[in-house]
């Protein structure tokens, strides 16, 4: 698997949900961007194009059901 082309995108990694249904692969991705609307710091266009690079990269990878964003509090 390549890399995410987002300099938002810090490191990313594969976790496995599992349920009664079955499992499913799940790609996470820390960012260092602010991820809730209501807080300072939160810039709209930078989640946006970090979204749009993580669903290209979803597409490239069609094992992967889905993404989930991590925000990277340093520490």
């Known amino acids: 698997m390549t890399g995410i082309a987002n300099g938002n995108a810090k ?10 249904n079955g499992s ?4 996470m991705v820390k960012t260092d961007l602010e991820l809730d609307q209501k807080e300072d710091g939160y810039d709209a266009a930078k989640v946006k194009a970090l979204i749009e690079d993580i669903g290209r990269h979803l597409a490239d990878n069609p094992y992967l059901s889905s ?3 991590v925000r990277d509090f340093g520490h």
């Open 67 to 69: 993404a989930r964003l």
């Open 11 to 20: 490191a990313f990694w594969v976790d496995v949900e599992v349920d009664a």
């Open 24 to 27: 499913r692969a799940v790609l």
